[in-house]
């Protein structure tokens, strides 16, 4: 079974940085494609932000076009997620999981989680 480890998380001001760092516990890790996804408050979990197996390709919600950036370790089957000019609306509690191939990006569908979901980290974002 994928166990999945969401890090670095925090208390950030408007216009901040963080890193976040998912750990994947699968030895075939760079055949999955990845993605990162938030829950706010009362809201429903949302897609941000998906990766390819190879890290080639790479998709993101129109919030955060510009401003986020995904990126992926095969070596330490490991996925990032910088983000960078944080806004308040951001805050949520961020999750990483695999995703549908690359080759399925158009389809609907495409970008919902396929493994059991880690407990996730909390981004917070308030001056």
């Known amino acids: 079974q994928v166990q999945l480890v969401e890090s670095g998380g925090g208390l950030v001001q408007p216009g901040g940085s963080l890193r976040l760092s998912c750990a994947v516990s699968?030895?075939?890790?760079?055949?999955?494609?990845m993605g990162w996804f938030r829950q706010a408050s009362g809201k429903e979990r949302e897609f941000v932000a998906a990766i390819s197996r190879s890290g080639s390709s790479t998709t993101y919600t129109d919030s955060v076009k510009g401003r986020f950036t995904i990126s992926r370790d095969n070596a330490k089957n490991t996925v990032y997620l910088q983000m960078n000019s944080l806004e308040v609306e951001d805050t949520a509690v961020y999750y990483c999981?695999?995703?549908?191939?690359?080759?399925?990006?158009?389809?609907?569908?495409?970008?919902?989680?396929?493994?059991?979901w880690g407990q996730g980290t909390l981004v917070t974002v308030s001056s």
């Open positions: 699968r030895r075939t890790f760079s055949r999955l494609a």
């Open positions: 999981n695999s995703v549908r191939d690359f080759s399925m990006w158009s389809r609907a569908g495409a970008f919902n989680g396929l493994d059991a």
